[in-house]
């Protein structure tokens, strides 16, 4: 047998939906990764350094921390002096607007005397300067002495004492007043008409001297070297050097923030997730053909890869270590119950690789994310339960544990250094794993998968299909039982995909419930056919795939079992129409094509299973003898004369699989029909004897 052809759209859409696909999650992707400079270090002051021997990697300064830079600042602050405008005019203006409002109304009530020392009054006040009250009680605040005065583009120093506020020059001016009478006059003239102030904040010059004085504390108190040593393992970080190891971490971001190293980094990140997305692509396209050409195989995995990659990316920007939170076992998990195993792993590796760059130890983020993603392969080779996914979540976590802690062993060398906090972090990473559960329900309605958990749903024989079957057509229900046992033997013994064939099988002849009546299987004495011509027969038998095929989309059945359904019997002739036909008419050639099923053949090794299965379980009924020799000779001719008519030539089956599953029906089928010995009747001797004794 060669191997599964495969068909292979070339079409331009095809090709467009795969590269929208690869640069959508390109560019997602490379978005979402980190490009500001990693510090892949974690330390604390009075704790051991847990690395190796670290140098500088560049010159860089030792920046002083926090205390001791504000310390600085508040010392330099002492001598800032806020900037204030001075309007020399301001007091001039508001004198002759005195004096002009004196003559006009001629203030009865102020005398000449009380005018004048209201003039040099307001003469002095507003040349030492009168600001608002609320600035006034903000230099108070910021316990300012002085200020400086702008006048004339020259600052001078001003005392804040010789300043006053509106209210103080007129309270000033009244408890001054040379006597009561002048008192008296004041109080009538309204002088608060007279008092502005003539000093106003310059904010500008204030801010840029205050800026020029912050600018001369210096940031770092001291240089370290390209190359000079910086703590090697096990020595206590010290203050002094808890501060250059800050140093180093600031250095390092300031660097990585450049225009330049952005744009570099960007072209890196680029070029690396771009390769990790064609490695996916050529391996699908090499050794998983079917699912390079299937849409949503490739959709899905590419959708697993970024999802993981994005939510690790959102997870790094807390903590540390806050990416061992996500669920990475999780691209292996979904993928091997949606697919299989070699692509879950082949697309976990790449995911890790691409995660790596995120983690602040790269080495230990792989090792123990590959351990564990090998361990939740291995646990769940076949999602059946619930209780399954509970199971490998828990396993993952001992891995996760086990590796951790010999991990730091060998590195550290030393039980102490265990980090209590990365437990944490894992286990709920394991824990998440539990929502993978619903992850595959969700894709299998987007991307129509059939994972083992809905095949196993499905077989249950009081599913309400199921269930309808038994009760219109319970011999096409028993023999649906029969070809799903030789199924499911047939398929474990060439690793065929034994759950799925089981499960196709109970539905394979779903179509007869329309007429069951005239199906051999479901008849009492009556045969129906009887009545009827060859062409009506032969229409109601190929109904059965049709209906069927109507059947399964109306109850919302996966495509591909509605696939073995139609490929149940693929091309293949009604032996018994057929051949009693061409008997009847010896001279004629039939129409090989009314005769024959729609179709199509099976593409599958499963489906080539049970067409098989179906056809000998069927013709096993109408054997006179079952013997090892006839039981043999029916599965040898029915198998041979499908590959004879090419039922075959489209699926990857092996002539050594064919006869693997030859041999499995043969001894199936013997175990089902063996002969079975006679029970013993139980002798019961007669009871006369003992009636005539009695007499």
């Known amino acids: 047998m060669n191997d599964k052809e495969i068909k292979k759209p070339k079409n331009l859409r095809s090709v467009l939906i795969r590269a929208i696909l690869f640069l959508a999650s390109l560019i997602i992707m490379v978005y979402f990764l980190p490009r500001e400079g990693k510090f892949r270090y974690h330390f604390n002051e009075g704790k051991p350094w847990k690395y190796g021997l670290l140098t500088a990697p560049f010159d860089f300064p030792i920046y002083k921390n926090e205390s001791d830079l504000a310390r600085e600042k508040d010392s330099v602050m002492q001598n800032f002096q806020p900037y204030y405008n001075y309007n020399k005019q301001r007091g001039a203006q508001q004198v002759a607007s005195l004096k002009m409002d004196y003559t006009k109304n001629s203030y009865k009530k102020l005398s000449r005397k009380g005018l004048n020392y209201l003039e040099e009054t307001l003469r002095k006040s507003y040349n030492d300067g009168i600001m608002t009250a609320d600035d006034y009680k903000h230099l108070q605040n910021e316990n300012f002495r002085n200020i400086r005065v702008m006048e004339d583009n020259v600052s001078k120093t001003r005392p804040l004492g010789t300043v006053k506020t509106i209210r103080q020059v007129y309270e000033y001016i009244i408890e001054n007043a040379p006597d009561e009478e002048i008192k008296k006059g004041l109080r009538g003239i309204g002088i608060n008409n007279y008092i502005e102030q003539n000093l106003v904040p310059d904010t500008l010059t204030s801010s840029k001297v205050k800026n020029d004085l912050l600018q001369t504390v210096s940031l770092s108190s001291g240089m370290v070297q390209l190359g000079e040593r910086i703590v090697d393992r096990g020595e206590i970080i010290t203050p002094h050097t808890y501060r250059i190891l800050r140093s180093l971490e600031i250095a390092n971001s300031k660097r990585a923030a450049t225009v330049r190293q952005q744009s570099s980094t960007l072209i890196g990140q680029t070029l690396f997730v771009a390769i990790m997305l064609m490695a996916i692509y050529l391996f699908l396209y090499f050794f998983r053909p079917e699912m390079y050409h299937r849409h949503g195989d490739i959709e899905v995995i590419i959708l697993m890869v970024t999802f993981i990659v994005v939510l690790s990316s959102f997870l790094s920007g807390f903590r540390v270590l806050s990416i061992y939170m996500a669920p990475v076992v999780m691209v292996p998990i979904v993928i091997r119950t949606v697919l299989d195993s070699r692509v879950a792993f082949f697309s976990f590796i790449i995911t890790v690789m691409i995660c790596s760059f995120m983690a602040p130890f790269a080495f230990e983020y792989f090792l123990l994310q590959i351990t564990a993603g090998i361990a939740a ?126 499960t196709a099988a109970l539905y394979h002849d779903i179509g007869k419930i329309n007429n069951p009546s005239f199906f051999t299987e479901n008849q009492i004495d009556i045969n129906p056919h009887d009545n009827l011509s060859y062409e009506e027969s032969v229409a109601i038998i190929k109904q059965h795939v049709t209906d069927g095929f109507i059947i399964g989309r109306k109850e919302k059945l996966p495509q591909e079992i509605i696939d073995f359904i139609q490929t149940h019997h693929g091309k293949g002739k009604m032996k018994y129409f057929y051949n009693k036909w061409k008997n009847e008419h010896p001279d004629e050639e039939p129409d090989a094509d009314f005769f024959s099923y729609p179709g199509p053949n099976p593409t599958t090794r499963e489906q080539a299973i049970l067409m098989m299965a179906d056809s000998i379980e069927a013709a096993s009924r109408s054997l006179k003898e079952y013997s090892g020799d006839s039981i043999r000779i029916l599965v040898n001719n029915i198998i041979d004369a499908q590959i004879n008519e090419g039922m075959y030539k489209h699926t990857p089956l092996t002539f050594r699989d064919l006869e693997i599953v030859k041999e499995v029906f043969i001894e199936r089928l013997k175990t089902m029909y063996h002969a079975r010995i006679s029970y013993p009747e139980l002798k019961v001797k007669p009871k006369i004897a003992n009636i005539v004794s009695r007499k």
């Open 377 to 502: 392969i291995f646990t769940l080779k076949e999602l059946s339960q619930r209780s399954q996914m509970i199971k490998t979540a828990a396993i993952v976590m001992a891995v996760y544990s086990i590796i951790y802690v010999c991990y730091t062993l060998i590195i550290e060398g030393s039980w102490s250094k265990i980090n209590v906090t990365m437990f944490v972090y894992l286990g709920i990473s394991s824990l998440l794993l539990l929502t993978a559960y619903l992850l595959i329900f969700v894709l299998e309605r987007i991307f129509g998968f059939v994972s083992s958990v809905t095949l196993i749903e499905l077989s249950n024989i009081n599913a309400p299909l199921l269930r309808r079957l038994s009760e219109e057509a319970p011999g096409t229900f028993q023999h649906s039982m029969q070809v799903s046992n030789l199924c499911a033997q047939a398929a474990r013994k060439i690793n065929a995909n034994v759950q799925l064939v089981r």
